[in-house]
T-cell receptor
């Protein structure tokens, strides 16, 4: 595996379900990010981790819960989501928060019914 | 102050044409301006980037023009090909320290054969 991988690639869940998105980076980076991509809107930064420590939480609702057990893995735990949370969730990694080294994964397409 | 405004929202050109996508920003502290290319089912990929000490940068068929006084930058695609059909995002950040990318809303480009 190379680059940034995300699983699952597609996820359909009901509003009462609990699911998790997984991201893994194979680039030796130490910062990881979650973004939300909705149609006709800019990419929204959700969370940033640097050396496993959360450095940014952009007023994300508590129904999204991130976890970063090490610099290579990032999870997004989902519970009691709303239909408006349906979007493409992108994971990215970078070297020491440098935006010029940021590399994106392919995303997880989430549909909330 | 953190916004990056991108236009047009969508663009159709014929093969061989030169599509131009424009972005404008307000924060004069921004010093790193990348463009990302995203194909369906993929995450955004860094295409080309510029810093404000130069007014133009070329990489292959892709050129960024930068106007510091106007706080605008644009992407030109020379001799466009159907394979260039994708969504293009401009972004900006302060690269000299901890910073995250602020993205435009994206431009969906279609190059017709």
């Amino acid at each position: 595996e190379t680059g940034v991988t995300q699983t699952p690639r597609h996820l359909v869940m009901g509003m009462t379900n609990k699911k998790s998105l997984k991201c893994e980076q194979h680039l030796g980076h130490n910062a990881m990010y979650w973004y939300k991509q909705s149609a006709k809107k800019p990419l929204e930064l959700m969370f940033v981790y640097n050396f496993k420590e959360q450095t940014e939480n952009n007023s994300v609702p508590s129904r999204f819960s991130p976890e970063c057990p090490n610099s290579s893995h990032l999870f997004l735990h989902l519970h009691t989501l709303q239909p408006e949370d349906s979007a493409l969730y992108l994971c990215a990694s970078s070297q020491s928060l440098r935006p010029d080294t940021q590399y994106f994964g392919p995303g997880t397409r989430l549909t909330v019914l | 102050q953190q916004q990056v405004k991108q236009s047009p929202q969508s663009l159709i050109v014929q093969k061989g044409g030169i599509p131009i996508i424009n972005c404008a920003y307000e924060n004069t502290a921004f010093d790193y301006f990348p463009w990302y290319q995203q194909f369906p089912g993929k995450g955004p990929a860094l295409l080309i980037a510029i810093r404000p000490d130069v007014s133009e940068k070329k990489e292959g068929r892709f050129t960024i023009s930068f106007n510091k006084s106007a706080k605008q930058f644009s992407l030109h695609i020379m001799d466009s090909q159907p394979g260039d059909s994708a969504t293009y995002f401009c972004a900006a950040s302060i690269n000299s320290g901890y910073s995250t990318l602020t993205f435009g809303k994206g431009t969906m480009l279609l190059v017709s054969p």
